[in-house]
């Protein structure tokens, strides 16, 4: 009798309980996207090339602490640097923007994850001994430039936000472009302390970062060319390599900030400058500003990348090319000198999406799309003498 009697009441609880389960899966469904990939390293479902969302990612282990200034030998006693280069990152807010910015939508659909644009680059970074962006912007809470506020863009992001360069693998920034000062010279005053204070050093004009990876001390230079400077800083390069030269600088990197915007290769002016550069000492040329991939030259056997291009980029929620690529150079020092250098590019596209870009840099998986970086970059080469032959995807060791 007393069994009959809540009998009913059992099974009503049992459905209302399976209820709430299903719906608690059902939620944990909707909220994350599970990806498999097959044995090439392509997604099956979900973050890959299709337009899916991708997985959220627990926040990354930065880079291991250890004593840079100690040698790391090869069986020849040479030193290998594994670095990677690549173009603008852009985070943020363009405060000349009414509404939520680019970057706050991806963030919110990111559920706060502020390392969300390095999700998937950051074990390619992780890996290297060096990565350098252009960041181009400000980490600032400052005001608007007043002199800047006819511009379209300018943009800024919170201090705090700084913390994705670490996690995501980033080492040195180049801080010499058009956006530095958006918010003023305060702007720019915060912007590099915050990034130094987050372990991240940087190269702007008349102040080069200096850093020693594996016992070996690399100085960054770093120029923006706007208004015809090219003459000037052909005039001063001299100096300022012999400078880092004469305070124990084994590689000497440079940076432009150069070019015209949407230009697919180096103008005569950019070539003579990056040429220049080379014959001045410096061992690698790294470009930016067209917000287009450029070629790559080897000049007196030495690399000239004339742009590499977006990178993480807020300041367009769908540009026309969203191509890009990520240049790494594998630099042998011995006794102080450059020895020997191997070179490869990682084709990407800005976004994981293809529908919108957001802002998550993502390797280029798909054949096709890999070879039309491959096409690009040859064939905007052919007008330059010492356009590289080919774009090597592994190390000459890689099979």
């Known amino acids: 009798m007393f069994t009959k009697r809540i009998l009913p009441w059992l099974l009503l609880a049992c459905l209302l309980l399976c209820t709430v389960v299903a719906a608690v899966a059902e939620q944990d469904e909707e909220d994350v996207t599970i990806v498999i990939y097959d044995a090439n390293g392509n997604a099956v479902t ?3 090339e299709d337009g899916t969302e991708p ?4 926040t990354p282990e930065p880079k291991p602490t250890v004593d840079p200034t100690q040698p790391v030998y090869e069986a020849d006693g040479s030193i290998l640097l594994t670095m990677s280069f690549t173009g603008d990152v852009t985070i943020g807010s363009n405060t000349q923007s009414g509404g939520k910015s680019i970057f706050d939508k991806e963030l919110e659909n990111n559920r706060g994850d502020i390392n969300f644009p390095f999700r998937n680059t950051r074990d390619i970074f992780l890996e290297d001994d060096v990565t350098m962006i252009n960041f181009e912007g400000t980490l600032t809470t400052a005001g608007k430039n007043r002199e800047k506020l006819e511009n379209s863009f300018l943009f800024r992001a919170d201090p705090s936000f700084v913390t994705m360069l670490p996690n995501g693998g980033v080492d ?7 956006h530095v000062l958006d918010m003023g010279a305060d702007g720019l ?10 372990g991240i050093t940087y190269a702007s004009e008349d102040e080069p970062a200096i850093f020693t990876v594996k016992g070996v001390t690399i100085g960054s230079l770093a120029y923006q060319t706007f208004g015809g400077r ?4 052909i005039a001063k390069l001299p100096a300022a390599i012999a400078d880092l030269r004469s305070k124990g600088c084994d590689l000497v990197i440079i940076s432009y900030h150069w070019g015209n915007e949407k230009d697919y290769k180096p103008n005569s002016n950019q070539v003579r400058l990056g040429r220049a550069s080379i014959d001045a000492g410096a061992d690698l040329v790294i470009g930016h500003h ?11 056997g030495k690399y000239i990348c004339y742009s590499l291009g977006n990178f993480s980029f807020a300041g367009h929620n769908k ?22 250098q191997d070179i490869k590019i990682i084709p990407c596209r800005i976004s994981s999406r293809t529908d919108k870009n957001d802002l998550i840099p993502t390797p280029y998986t798909k054949g096709n799309h890999i ?13 330059l003498e010492y356009a590289v032959e080919e774009y090597p995807l592994k190390w000459p060791d890689e099979e």
């Not at 997985?55 to 627990?58: E, F, K, N």
């Not at 090219?230 to 800083?233: N, S, T």
């Not at 690529?325 to 011995?334: A, E, G, L, N, S």
């Open 230 to 233: 090219h003459d000037e800083i």
């Open 189 to 198: 005053a915060e912007t590099k302390k915050t990034l130094l204070d987050a």
């Open 46 to 48: 979900g973050g890959g």
């Open 172 to 178: 040195t920034v180049s801080l010499e472009n058009n």
């Open 55 to 58: 997985i959220l990612t627990p």
């Open 371 to 383: 070879e039309a970086v491959l096409t690009n970059l040859s064939k905007n080469g052919k007008s």
């Open 319 to 340: 540009p026309d090319d969203m191509s890009t690529y990520i240049f790494q150079t594998r630099m042998r020092v011995k006794d102080g000198e450059l020895v020997g």
């Open 290 to 300: 067209s917000h287009r991939i450029n070629p790559i030259e080897y000049y007196n």
